[in-house]
T-cell receptor
């Protein structure tokens, strides 16, 4: 079963605009990660934010985490056509014997 | 190239058959994870191995089994295949359970 739930399911924007995707989760986490998947290919790890962090940056990516609301957001600034992909949040639970649980993803389309 | 190698890339087989998917993790990674991705179920965690031992189990059917060998490569065996088993099967590896995963490019299984 999915732990994370991304919103929106699909997002279409123009090149140069910012894209914001949200993720909500249900249980206590150790960290939350974001991944990108180009159509039919493997997932690529983008960024990891730990449960005691509130914001993290990596290039044009900005991730926030609100553990009280059990939610995270991924902001991609100045989007490019090459950012067109599906984006997934994944949560790492605090307990041993568990693996990353992925949401269903947000499909981002950036047109030029 | 992510460093995680999956073979074969594509597999077409008939219902009732058995197949084996193979994964070589990134050099130095002791953990291997198997995921199934389908349109309706999203990315589902199946099973994790760490240094040859089963470490975590997800939504893996009894018809499916996996193992990790001393050289750390892993195999996922799918038997009595059904049409609904058609999906992308991903292998991922990590050096730290709480870190990011490196995904392979997947095996696309089509059951006819």
């Amino acid at each position: 079963s999915q732990q994370g739930e991304e919103d929106p399911q699909a997002l279409s924007i123009q090149e140069g605009e910012n894209a914001t995707m949200n993720c909500s989760y249900k249980t206590s986490i150790n960290n939350l990660q974001w991944y990108r998947q180009n159509s039919g290919r493997g997932l690529v790890h983008l960024i990891l934010i730990r449960s005691n962090e509130r914001e993290k940056h990596s290039g044009r990516l900005r991730v926030t985490l609100d553990t009280s609301k059990k939610s995270s957001s991924l902001l991609i600034t100045a989007s490019r056509a090459a950012d067109t992909a599906s984006y997934f949040c994944a949560t790492s639970a605090n307990q041993a014997g568990t693996a990353l649980i992925f949401g269903k993803g947000t499909t981002l389309s950036v047109s030029s | 190239d992510s460093g995680v190698t999956q073979t074969p890339k594509h597999l077409i087989t008939a219902t009732g058959q058995r197949v084996t998917l193979r994964c070589s993790p990134r050099s130095g990674d002791l953990s291997v994870y198997w995921y199934q991705q389908s349109l309706d179920q999203g990315l589902q965690f199946l099973i994790q191995y760490y240094n040859g031992e089963e470490r975590a189990k997800g939504n893996i059917l009894e018809r499916f089994s996996a193992q990790q060998f001393p050289d750390l490569h892993s195999e996922l065996n799918l038997s009595s295949l059904e049409l609904g088993d058609s999906a992308l099967y991903f292998c991922a590896s990590s050096g730290d359970r709480r870190g990011g995963y490196t995904f392979g490019s997947g095996t696309r299984l089509t059951v006819v």
